[in-house]
Every structure is written in structure tokens, then in C-alpha cells.
């Protein structure tokens, strides 16, 4: 039994590169296996849950630790390849969300009569590692689950070997996201929801004439720039100034002097981490200079950014994501949060869930949910068919609706804001999301 909720939702991530902080990758593409060569069909056969041997490679850790595995079999095991080390914490909360969810099913008795095991690799920040911890896996594990990494296309070589391994996550990379044994809860796609943005033309139609962003300079973050300032202009924005920063930097003043002698009047922080955010709008205070409006697809919401930033700067901060309000205060319109908030503090004491807890969440209960419709004892192929089934996945309603199996984003989204110190639903439906016919914009390189 899965933990309980009101139906509703799955959505886009393009924010979640934001606090991806890192250089670029240092080794070069392992060659995909072509289909039917045995890099791609080894072990496809015999797969079965439980995975070759259900031993942790050197160097995994395991969680789920209640779980009681006598024999390969008598589980389902499952890997979660994520940044834990290099820049502590980065990306954890995904494997704390895999765990959480698990565990719970485990304590309602797992499915089929089977538990759940999840063994996590930790990439350490690195293309290489990335490759390593996931070809560590491949063999050991029934799915990939959860993994969150700037480099998941580095692992993604291996994946493309291993068509029998379904990879459920939110892909940052492109290539990782297309691959035909990838189902993700949030999927992207080169472009981005036009509802926020055309909300916020609608609201504030002067800013819209000077828009800044300041784009982290790695490859991920410069795709997705490309891809949403390519919707921005085609509804109408003029982007006048765009800064790349340094990922690994820590001073924004210069960053603050040029957005100020550029007289933007709109500032997009969709690219960066809260902390960096909060350094630069500080800068800006210090110049005597803010925008009239400052907006993000995400990674601001969290506790501490109305206590980092002036009440006047988070008076004039817009957030909107296609998840619920995961600190909490969604608990009375979405049911399914308390669940999840419950069951992380239970895994993790004293973790703060960001959202990459919350994508680890829903990417496993869309694999037990797969795990469930796949029969009594399913193989890893025919948990990998029922997932090409799922075409509306919400999650309890932490997620806004989206189509895991066709790759297809979502288009609803929640809008808060800051007032009196706390986030606030702005200008959305009190127990759902603002969902319309504007449609999702789809960017097309040029060749």
C-alpha cells in the first residue's frame, strides 16, 4: 500500500540545474552500445528483482537498513547514483527521498511479499565517478531510482548499455532524459512552460522590457538558458542583460554593478542556489539599486531566503515550480505531504528536504507504483513495460500532472511569495495549480 493523498500532478525541473556547482566534465563519452551487441543485451535475460548478486559494490552504502534481504531475490534492489561529497550535501536529499519512500513501503510490507533495498553511489562531483558508481550498479541493481547529478550523462553512457535497467529520475542532462529506459515524474524537454511566464507579463508589463539573468557557466545551465529565454522572448520579454558567473564563486559585486548600470528592471535568478542569490541581491542593496521584480522557477523557496534578503527585496520576489509548497505549508491542501515530511524526518532527523528530497520521493513511488501494476513476480523488463503505461503520475499531488512514459512536461504550475516574512500561494488555487491552455514552448536549435 502506498501512502495515501489526493490526485493531482507531475512537472518541469529546467530550475533544478541552479545549484549544480561545478566545472566542467573532464573525460570524454564512453561510445553508446549498439542495440543488440552484448555490451547492450549482457544480463538482460536472466535479470530478475534482486538484481546478480544484491552485494554492494565497494564504495555503495546502503539504507533502507530495516530491510531483511536473506537472498538476492527476496528483494527488490535498487541504485541511486547522486553528489554527496566534493560540495557536502549538494544533492543528498535525493537518496534521503528514495530511502524515506521506500522505507514506508517497507513498513506497510513491501510488494509482492518483497522489501526494498537501495544502494547509493556517490559520484563525488565528477563525469568519471558518475560512470564508475553507475557501471558499479548496473548489474546489481533491478532500477536506477533518484539519481541527481550535473553529470548524469556520464552515467547515462552506461545506462544507454543496460536498455533492461530502467532509470527513474529527473535527468538534468538531455541525452540522460531521452534515453528509452528513462522515466522521470518531472520530465523536461528543450523549451519551458509559458504559463509562468505570461502570468508575470500579465502583472508586471513594464519590467518585462529589461530582463537580466545571471546563467552559471557550465554546459547544463547554459542549455536550459538557451531554451528559456527563447520562450521569454516569444511572449513578448526583452532580455537586455545576461552575466555568466563562475559556479564555484562566492562574490557577486561585480555581478550587482553591471545588473545596476544595466538599469534592469526584472532580474531571473531561475539559475541560481538561494545562497548565491541572496549574495547578490545584498550586492545590489549595497549599490542603492534593485529591480522592480525578481523571479525564479524554484530554487529560492526554501526557509531561509526571507531571513537572507531585505524585507523589501522578498516583497518583490515571485517563485514558481511545479511542485507543492514541500516545506510544509501545503499540508491541508496536499494530504500526501505530511507523508512525505513524516517519513524523511524518520530516515533523516533534523534533515531540511529541499527539492531533490522531493524528486527522489516521487521518482521511487513511480517505480513501486510500475512495480505494482507489473504482476506477482515481475521481471526487471516487465516493471520497465508497465512503466510505459503511466501517462498520468501526481504523486498524491506533491507533483503537477505531467506523462512520464511519452516524456511530456507539465504545464501547471504554483506561484508563491513572500509575505510577512513566510511563502504564500500567490494568485493560485488554494488546494490545486494554476492550469490553462498556454501551452508548453518547445525550442528548436538551430542546426
Known amino acids: 500500500m502506498r501512502p495515501t493523498g489526493w490526485k493531482a500532478v507531475s512537472g518541469f525541473a529546467a530550475a533544478l540545474v541552479a545549484v549544480a556547482l561545478c566545472a566542467s566534465c573532464g573525460s570524454s563519452p564512453t561510445p553508446k552500445a549498439k542495440p543488440g551487441s552484448a555490451a547492450s543485451t549482457a544480463g538482460s535475460a536472466a535479470r530478475a528483482p534482486g538484481g546478480s548478486n544484491g552485494v554492494p559494490p565497494a564504495g555503495v552504502v546502503t539504507t533502507a537498513e530495516d530491510t531483511d534481504c536473506p537472498a538476492p531475490t527476496s528483494c527488490y534492489t535498487v541504485g541511486n547514483v547522486s553528489t554527496l561529497t566534493v560540495i557536502p550535501g549538494l544533492f543528498e536529499g535525493a537518496s534521503v527521498g528514495v530511502n524515506a519512500y521506500l522505507t514506508s513501503i517497507n513498513a506497510a510490507g513491501g510488494v509482492n511479499g518483497k522489501k526494498f533495498k537501495v544502494l547509493v553511489g556517490d559520484d563525488a562531483f565528477s563525469c568519471d565517478q558518475d560512470k564508475a558508481q553507475t557501471q558499479s550498479l548496473v548489474t546489481t541493481v533491478d532500477a536506477f531510482v533518484g539519481s541527481f547529478s550535473l553529470y548524469d550523462n556520464c552515467g547515462g553512457d552506461v545506462l544507454a548499455a543496460h536498455p533492461d535497467v530502467p532509470n527513474i529520475g529527473v535527468p538534468l542532462n538531455n541525452s ?54 527563447a520562450a521569454m522572448r516569444s511572449v513578448g520579454y526583452h532580455v537586455t542583460y545576461v552575466d555568466y558567473y563562475n559556479p564555484l564563486q562566492t562574490d557577486f559585486t561585480a555581478d550587482a554593478v553591471k545588473f545596476a548600470q544595466e538599469h534592469v528592471k526584472a532580474l531571473d535568478l531561475t539559475d541560481l542556489s538561494e545562497d548565491k542569490a541572496a549574495e547578490l541581491l545584498r550586492a545590489l542593496d549595497q549599490q542603492g539599486y534593485q529591480p522592480q521584480l525578481i523571479f525564479s522557477g524554484g530554487p529560492l523557496y526554501t526557509n531561509t531566503y526571507p531571513k537572507d534578503v531585505s524585507p523589501a527585496v522578498a516583497a518583490k520576489t515571485l517563485v514558481f515550480q511545479p511542485q507543492a509548497m514541500f516545506l510544509g505549508e501545503d499540508s ?76 511530456i512536461p507539465a504545464t501547471c504550475y504554483l506561484m508563491m511569495k513572500v509575505v510577512n516574512g513566510a511563502w504564500q500561494r500567490y494568485k493560485t488555487p488554494a488546494r490545486s495549480y494554476n492550469c490553462g491552455s498556454w501551452g508548453y514552448y518547445r525550442y528548436k536549435p538551430v542546426p
Do not use: C
Open 176 to 229: 540522460a532524459l531521452l534515453l528509452a529506459n528513462t522515466f522521470s515524474p518531472v520530465p523536461q524537454q528543450l523549451g519551458w512552460n509559458l504559463g509562468p511566464l505570461l502570468a508575470i507579463k500579465k502583472m508586471y508589463p513594464g519590467a518585462i522590457t529589461q530582463v537580466g539573468a545571471l546563467v552559471a557557466n557550465v554546459a547544463s545551465s547554459k542549455e536550459l538558458w538557451v531554451s528559456e529565454q
Open 332 to 407: 491541508t491542501a496536499v494530504p500526501a505531504l505530511d507523508s512525505f515530511l513524516a517519513w524523511v524526518h524518520k530516515v533523516k532527523p533534523g534533515f531540511q528536504p529541499d527539492a531533490y528530497t522531493l524528486f527522489g520521493w516521487v521518482s521511487a513511488e513511480l517505480y513501486v507504483q510500475a512495480v505494482e501494476a507489473a504482476g506477482t513476480d515481475p521481471s526487471a523488463h516487465q516493471i520497465e513495460t508497465a512503466l510505459r503505461a503511466i501517462h498520468t503520475f501526481d504523486a498524491g499531488g506533491l507533483i503537477a500532472p505531467a506523462d512520464p512514459a511519452a516524456k
